[in-house]
């Protein structure tokens, strides 16, 4: 048979990147970021110059050779991480990454109305909009697993 087998949904989206650039909390502080065009943006990584960038795949179809797509696997998409706080003995933060001994694992954010399991970008974008004060992860409550600090 010719005919393609069903495929997973994409874990992302281009227009959920572009939500997520246009949040200036969402951006590491040490990026200068502005707005060029509709999906379009310059963006300044640390001991770089600045660079093109689009979320929308027209505009990259159009203007490949001046602009990078913005996306997994792009090399500005790679620097565009945050660092881990260098003292995170306690587990103080803000987002945490949580694996069971089991092997799996989960992302946690503290938001105002307490912790937040977070499954997918569109949960991780709503619990931005509510997120909480930087608090010790409460191991306690979490038996049997490791935790690193994202944020």
Avoid: C, M
Wanted: charged share 20%; proline share 8%; net charge negative.
């Amino acid at each position: 048979s010719l005919n393609a087998p069903d495929l997973p949904e994409t874990p992302l989206t281009l227009s959920q990147l572009d939500r997520v650039i246009n949040i200036a909390r969402a951006r590491p502080p040490e990026i200068d970021w502005r707005q060029l065009d509709a999906g379009s943006y310059g963006i300044g990584l640390p001991g770089g110059e600045p660079v093109r960038v689009t979320t929308d795949s027209k505009v990259f179809d159009f203007s490949g050779d001046s602009h990078q797509l913005f996306s997994p696997g792009g090399e500005v998409f790679g620097r565009f991480g945050v660092a881990s706080p260098a003292d995170a003995g306690d587990g103080r933060g803000i987002a945490w990454l949580l694996r069971r001994e089991s092997g799996s694992e989960e992302f946690v954010v503290a938001t105002k109305f307490g912790l937040q399991r977070v499954q997918t970008l569109n949960e991780l974008l709503n619990a931005l909009d509510s997120v909480g004060a930087p608090t010790n992860f409460p191991f306690g409550e979490w038996p049997g697993v490791t935790v690193s600090v994202i944020a």
